[in-house]
């Protein structure tokens, strides 16, 4: 936890949360009796911060689970094609994607004794972070790139498939997390003004040259997400199945 923060925000529901720093170890015995542990640290440019600093964790006798987050990003550009658990890793040309693809790489060759599954989840939405805020914010923006899709899943969706899998551990294993209607972004932001009751904003053709350079390493990969492993190795049928249902719901939550 990096953040003094986010740490008295957890310490308010009861959880001890400590500072991972790669400068400054964890205070000695807080990973004592530690059964699961879910890893939802990106790596850095000097590798994953967990591996590097925690090897306590490692050695832990009781620990039964990890998970370790990563991302669709290590399969890179796909031309629009699906793709499975098995497709061919390629983030060609992305430096954070290659950093991913690096640090899952290490997660998944330790020991077969430690009990890693590895789940690499698409864009995330849901409460705080959705098409909803930003369209009613004025935020948003409807770039066409055409055949650009990109798939995404919703955080309660991401929950659901973590709960099944600590409940029926398979060491080694790894899950595409995603909604079955993979979409342009544009479609997205259209449905959410659409049940705001707003105007969209209008669609413009994609520039690299006119978007932030972590937008046009965003824009230049595109595929379609296929995840049928939750459902017929875990049993967790979606929530969200596409992004209406979920954008649906969060418009109830909102203030």
């Known amino acids: 936890m990096r953040s003094a923060a986010k740490r ?11 500072e991972l720093r790669r400068d400054a170890p964890l205070p000695k015995g807080a990973l004592d009796g530690v059964t699961h542990a879910l890893i939802s640290i990106p790596p850095d440019e000097q590798g994953d911060v967990v591996l590097d600093t925690c090897a306590a964790l490692l050695q832990s006798p009781t620990l039964e689970w990890i998970g370790y987050l990563s991302s669709t990003g290590v399969y890179g550009d796909h031309g629009g094609a699906w793709v499975d658990e098995d497709a ?26 430690l ?3 590895v789940f690499r989840l698409a864009g995330l939405y849901g409460p705080g972070r959705n098409a909803l805020l930003s369209a009613r914010a004025g935020r948003a923006r409807r770039l066409d790139k055409p055949g650009l ?9 991401v929950l659901q498939v973590l709960d099944a899998s600590v409940a029926r551990p398979r060491p080694g294993a790894v899950y595409n997390v995603a909604d079955r209607e993979p979409a342009p972004s544009h479609e997205v932001t259209r449905f959410a003004c659409e049940l705001l009751g707003i105007e969209p904003p209008p669609l413009e053709p ?11 390493g965003f824009y ?30 969060l418009l109830a939550t909102l203030a």
Do not use: C
């Not at 008295?8 to 400590?18: K, S």
């Not at 994609?206 to 046009?216: E, G, I, K, M, Q």
């Not at 230049?220 to 049993?235: H, N, T």
């Open 149 to 157: 899709v990109f798939s995404r899943v919703h955080t309660a969706d």
């Open 8 to 18: 008295e925000a957890m310490a308010v529901h009861g959880w001890d949360a400590v």
């Open 115 to 117: 009990p890693v599954h």
């Open 88 to 113: 061919p890793l390629n983030p060609a040309g992305s430096a954070r994607g290659q950093r991913r693809q690096d640090a899952e790489a290490r997660w998944r060759a330790l020991p077969p004794a």
């Open 206 to 216: 994609y520039d690299p040259a006119r978007v932030s350079p972590a937008l046009a």
């Open 220 to 249: 230049a990969d595109s595929k379609r997400v296929r995840a049928e492993r939750i459902l017929s190795e875990l049993g967790v049928a979606l929530r969200y199945p596409t992004y209406r249902e979920g954008l649906r719901a």
